[in-house]
């Protein structure tokens, strides 16, 4: 089955320092979504890329977090710098740009940030 | 504005019996509208879609959904609910106008009892 791959599962970090989670999607799809996982905020909406041009960041603090597509096989999430309230668990998805089509999620990237 | 409501956080059942899992629904349009699963330390995954069409839809492991346009839900079901179906449930509305994003609700965690 193809699957939506992020890299690293896990990081663990110091307050301050920069950090880049990765995501390779479905070979295929379109569009790109980043969500950020928390107990407390839910699933939260961050960016979206369509044909690898954004979208949507409305919900991405744009202060300290960027996300590009470098090309179609490769989807980045950055935030420099990293502060503990950033601590959560963030996915990346892919899919069709078709209204009926469901999106396909990795695994996610848990960030700890002390 | 496209907007999801799930208003239980946590629904208990016993296993064997059968189980629903709530989904009201905000549109302008036409409604797109699907089914997540999440179990612990892994990405969302597709259980089922409403498009167009017969108002029960069927999907992934024996979970159907019934959609009913007077009320605007959605709900999740199942005939007989099993200990493994135990897990995080959302429901998620497409929007249809513009940006095609996805709005995910709050989500429902799903206790089977054995």
């Known amino acids: 089955d193809a699957r939506v791959t992020q890299t690293p599962r896990h990081k663990v970090t110091e307050m301050g320092q920069e950090v880049t989670m990765r995501c390779q999607p479905i070979l295929g799809h379109n569009t790109v979504f980043w969500y950020r996982q928390t107990m407390m905020q839910g699933l939260e909406l961050l960016a979206y890329?369509?044909?690898?041009?954004?979208?949507?960041d409305s919900g991405m603090p744009k202060d300290r977090f960027s996300a590009e597509m470098p090309d179609a096989t490769l989807a980045t999430l950055k935030i420099q710098p990293s502060e503990p309230r950033d601590s959560a668990v963030y996915f990346c998805a892919s899919g069709w740009g078709q209204s009926n089509s469901p999106l396909h999620f990795g695994n996610g990237t848990r960030l700890t940030v002390t | 504005a496209q907007s999801v409501a799930q208003p239980e956080d946590q629904v208990n059942v016993a296993e064997g019996n059968p189980l629903t899992v709530k989904c009201t629904y905000s549109?302008?349009?036409?409604?797109?509208l699907f089914w997540y699963v999440q179990y612990p330390n892994r990405g969302l995954q597709f259980l089922l879609k409403y498009i167009t069409g017969d108002n029960l839809v069927k999907g992934s492991y024996g979970f159907e959904a019934e959609f009913n346009k007077s009320q605007t839900s959605f709900h999740l079901k199942k005939p007989s609910a099993l200990v493994s179906d135990s897990a995080l449930y959302f429901c998620?509305?497409?929007?249809?106008?513009?940006?095609?994003?996805?709005?995910f609700g709050t989500g429902t965690r799903l206790k089977v009892l054995a």
């Open positions: 549109v302008s349009g036409n409604p797109y």
């Open positions: 890329f369509r044909n690898r041009a954004p979208l949507d």
């Open positions: 998620a509305v497409r929007d249809t106008r513009g940006t095609y994003k996805y709005i």
